[in-house]
């Protein structure tokens, strides 16, 4: 589990763990995808939301940047 923002190294750090069933929208450069949790897109798969964010910086934990996305290609 992350400790420290990854960028400022702050430790004001939210994590975030919902279940989110299939009724999830993402919105990528006017390309929708309405349903489960897409998993290339850093912030979790299929039921579940999950992500830390720093509150300090905004940065959101994880290895950036992240290839292009699905719902991008589509």
Not at 40 to 50: F, M, N, T
Not at 56 to 68: E, H, M, N
Request: with cysteine; aromatic share 6%; proline share 4%.
């Amino acid at each position: 589990m992350t400790t420290t923002c990854q960028r400022c190294k702050n430790k004001r750090l939210l994590s975030v763990h919902a279940h989110s069933r299939d009724c999830t929208a993402f919105l990528i450069g006017g390309k929708e995808h309405v349903g489960y949790v897409p998993g290339d897109l850093g912030l979790g798969k299929g039921d579940a939301v999950e992500f830390t964010m720093c509150l300090d910086c905004g940065q959101v934990a994880g290895k950036f940047p992240l290839p292009q996305a699905e719902i991008e290609k589509g």
